[in-house]
């Protein structure tokens, strides 16, 4: 496709379990971020990839979290041992490489539920 | 105190009306300036971006940045109810990186 492709696009899990959200970016594209969303929130800066590499992952919450790039392409963002706190949308975004990323393209986000 | 300052709302006016939106920020070496529109359940999508300070016009829409003041506006005329959605400033520094965004307002034009 053309855009930004997350999936799953809806997850409910467990407290205490573990999830995978997955980034498919535009081709092309070397930069990609996450947000979280949480309701009613502004986006949270979450990490940004430039290639595989990871130069700022400032906005991680925890430990519980971490995210991989491979083939500067595909991101995926895991939680560990989620919590009701990291119920949120996680969007990712991602723009062509250079500076500044002015147009960040987003995908739907990952509507994640934790109960 | 936050990076990005944004009056969450909710705004509502009247078809036809001219919006304001603004955003107030801290960080002098923001450099670019954008304005994200989202929709309910979706992402948000880029409306327009301005360098430095000055004003940009696109259609309806104006954006404008004073640097001086670490203030940016949008305006939106003759607004239509198609325009209803969550409006969220975003800014970056020269070094590039992350977008740090407001907390957007969300705005409901009725007919």
């Known amino acids: 496709g053309a855009g930004v492709s997350q999936s799953p696009s809806n997850k409910v899990t467990e407290k205490g379990k573990d999830v995978e959200l997955r980034c498919d970016p535009i081709?092309?594209?070397?930069?990609l971020y996450w947000y979280r969303q949480r309701l009613g929130q502004g986006l949270e800066f979450l990490i940004y990839?430039?290639?595989?590499?990871?130069?700022?992952k400032s906005g991680l919450p925890s430990d519980r979290f971490s995210a991989e790039r491979t083939g500067e392409s595909v991101s995926t963002l895991t939680i560990q041992r989620t919590q009701q706190e990291d119920s949120a949308v996680y969007l990712c975004?991602?723009?062509?490489?250079?500076?500044?990323?002015?147009?960040?393209?987003f995908g739907q986000g990952t509507r994640l539920t934790v109960v | 105190q936050k990076e990005v300052e944004q009056d969450p709302g909710p705004l509502s006016v009247p078809e036809g009306a001219i919006v304001s939106l603004n955003c107030t920020y801290s960080?002098?070496?923001?450099?670019?300036f954008m304005w994200y529109r989202q929709y309910s359940r979706k992402g948000p999508e880029l409306l327009m971006y301005?360098?430095?300070?000055g004003n940009k016009e696109d259609g309806r829409f104006t954006a404008q940045v004073d640097k001086s003041s670490k203030y940016i506006s949008l305006f939106i005329r003759d607004s239509q109810p198609s325009d209803s959605a969550t409006y969220l400033c975003?800014?970056?520094?020269?070094?590039?990186?992350?977008?740090?965004f407001g907390q957007g307002t969300e705005l409901s034009v009725k007919p």
């Open positions: 975004a991602s723009s062509i490489a250079g500076t500044p990323n002015t147009e960040a393209f």
């Open positions: 081709s092309g594209h070397t930069a």
């Open positions: 990839f430039q290639g595989n590499s990871a130069p700022d």
């Open positions: 960080n002098s070496a923001f450099q670019y």
């Open positions: 301005t360098y430095s300070s």
């Open positions: 975003a800014m970056i520094d020269n070094q590039g990186g992350k977008l740090i």
